[in-house]
Every structure is written in structure tokens, then in C-alpha cells.
């Protein structure tokens, strides 16, 4: 825990670290290097480069910086990992208000929050009728809150139907554990073992209905919230509304599991899919991490957790959804309350998936959804506060040594994608990076990239910050004469100052 909620934080997840100590900028239009030369690594900084290392001329030459390449993720961390709050705005999930929202603040975290477009939007009077009681109010003033704290928001659907009981990838019925149940009934049965069903009335209700109201919704007090991400309830996918998403102009959608159980979900960092990244499901019953217990592969901590409910569901009893709960003891056939989980277990579960993401270098996204005992009566595997701050003090201490970049999943796709579409700069001036005039795609996926940038002579000085348009943007120093530098590839030149 740390106040550490500053600039870089929420966004990008970059520190500005070292580079920023002592260190002034005189002048507003350019930069000074009094100060810098002599006193940092005797002096290297200068070097004759600087048209005569006058004091305030601020350019260097040609020769000073070169680059790299651009970082595989933001602040050229080893990995990038989304934490993502399913269920937002049901009454099952209301502790993503009260824990997951200042808890993620005070760690200077931000993550994904997928909103059921019709529960925020739900008041006493206009109740759909669905299962859960209707508390009265409607939540937008919470969700654009979120918003502000840089969290990402994206849609879960209006009502959290099952879409469809297709699952994409070559998961199979049999592999399914949710077919059959009241979520996944599927209607046929193609060949190869896939499950097709399509209902186009339901895409343009969930998927369009609640894009445009969401839109409505946040973009007059939150204008950068672009819409990117969809999040299917169950996390069942379905090829005819992902199509449907593309045409709204989505970039991905949390769908895509691993076929094979003893494969790690982890997106490998140049997926070439947004609309099949993988995941990994709290609680412990539905995690990868103790799907292998049989077979000892994983499941640390985790015995005698086992994975699904299979013969519940399958026998269309079971509620994806239930739990054993002081209320309902005797719910038979649910799988294990997740207090009555190992602390072990839990810990297992949500930090190896980290360290898992950061050994593949890729991306993962945890999915939790709300908080025990305060959404116990409903909500889906929920997770203590106790626990949850135990994960987010583990992801702070990585993404502070620099092995992740913390964000939802939105700023992740575009990184991903702008990184391939957009054009590298050129260096001219010695310290400016010029971009081209971007590419259709660079623009369709406009995002701050973070360049790997050095001296042409091996100096070491103090780099303040990179400006582009007026606006200073992070900077950080990874070794002698080595930086990382952030810059929107779509903006045009971005001064590096020393
Ligand atoms: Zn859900």
C-alpha cells in the first residue's frame, strides 16, 4: 500500500522512477541543462554534443539519442495483466464498490469492470422483472466513478443472458462444463462438435442496446471511454455475435479457452485475435489452477477443490451461480464456498497466474466478480477483501520491479495492435521522435506506446520527460544511457528533454 495513485499509474502503469529526482527544467518552450551537466555521471550528459553545452540552448545534437524499438508492452514491462470485475451494477457484485474500487486506488492500480448495462440502469420502477430483488437506485453516478479513477468499463451485456452456447476454439460439448445447463442449451450441434446457436434479437438487445446506452451514459463526463471490450455472461462465445461486435466496432471480447486444461491462459503478447484472449476464473473451483489435480500438474493449495460441478450442471440443476452460503447450506452439488476455501488455495490461485503471465510474457486476465460475506447471497465465487488486497499487494510489487503493466483490457488491445500498425519514428534533431502520418489501423487502435530509446554515444544523461504536444508524458530510465519513453504514435513529434 502506498499513495502512490500519481501520474502513470492508472493508465499505463509506467513509474516515473529514475530520471525525475532533483533534477529542474528551467524555461517553459524548451529545456535547460544547467544543472544536469557535472552533476550527474560526472558530467557525461554534455559531452561536447550539446552545440557548446551552453546552458539553455536544450537541443542536442544529432548524434544523441537513436532508436530502439518500440517496448512489447507499456513502460517496457515484461508482461502486461488485466484484472477484470464481472457482473458490475447486480446486486451480487456491489462490493465492487466498497472493496475492489479504493483498494485498487490506494495500490495506484487501475482494471476492467464489465457492466450489465440494464442493472446500472435498473430503479424500483423499471425492474425487468429479472431474479434479483431491485434496491431502487441506478448506479451510473458509481460506474463513472470507476471511470474516473482510470478504471476501464466496458459492457457485460444489458440483462446477462446466455448469448449463446457457442464457445469459440475447439472446446467441444464434452469439454464444456456448462453445456446443458440453464445458460448453454445448445440447439445444434455441428460436426466437428461445436455448439451453434444464434439469436440475433438478443445480439442487437445485449450487445447493441447496451453499447449505445453505456456510450450515452459515460462519454458526456467521461470522454475517453471508447467502448472497446465486450465480456459475454457465462463467457460463452459465439461466432455470429462477435461478428456483430466487430461491426459495432469493438476490438475484442474476453472469450477464448484453452482446449487443452493443461495449457497456461495466457495470450502469447502478439495474439492475433482481440476477440480470443484467454483467462482464468476466481474462484478456485473454476480456475485452470486446479483443473489437474488428479494429475499433479496444478492445484497447490488448492486439494480437495475440484474443478466444476459436472454432474449438477450437466443434469440442468445447478446454477452457475450457486454457492453454499449460510443461507442456502444445503445447496447440493455447488461447488465449495469460497470462504470455506484455503487462504493457500486462493493465494495459489491468483498469484501464480501472474507469475505465469509474466514467465510467458504475455497477457492474463483474471476474472473475479464480487465480495465475500457482502455478496454471498448470489454472487459468483466472491473473494474476501482480505484476500483480494493479499493479490493486488503481490501485483503492485510487480509491476513496481517493472515485470507488469497493470490495466484493463481496452489499453491493452490497443497496445497490442498499435505496436504492429503504427509506423516507428524517426530521430531527428537528436532528440525528437517524428512520426509519420499514421496508418488507417494506427488510428483505428490510437494509443501512448512506449519507445526503447538510447544515446548514440554512450553518455548517460538525465532525461526529464518527452513533450508532445504540450503535454509531458513518462519517462523512464532502464540503464546507463537506456530509456523508455512514452509517445501517441498518432500526434506527431515528441521532444525528448534532458
Ligand atoms: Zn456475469
Redesign the pocket.
Known sequence: MSGAAGSGTSGGGMTSGAGMGGMSIVGAGGMSLAGSGGADAGGTNTGGTNAGGAPGTGVPSTSMFKLQSAATWRGNATAAYSIIH??VC?DSAVGVFSSAQPMLKAHGLSAGF?V?VGECDKTASNDMGDIDANTGNKKWDEVISLAADGNDIFS?SWD?PCIDGFVKGTKTIAQNPFAGDSCGVPSTVTGDGLTVYKDTTAEQHEIGDAATTLKAKLLPTVPEFSNDFF?F??DYCNVSAIAFLKSLGYLGARCGIPADTSMVPVSPNNFADGFNVFYDVFGPAYSHYVIDIASAKRGGGCTPIVQYCNATYASGAGDPGCKATAAKPDDAGCCPATSADPTSCINYVNNQYVDDTIAAGGWGIREF?GFHPLDDDGG?ETISPADYGTHLDYVKAKRDAGSLWVSGPSPVLRYRFARDACALPTVTAGNTLHFPAPSANCSKYKTILSYLVETTDATDPVLVSVKQGGKSLPVKKLGVGHYVVDADPTLGDAVLSL
Do not use: N, W
Open positions: 464481472d457482473d447486480d464489465g450489465i457485460h446477462h465480456i455472461p457465462y466478480h459468483f
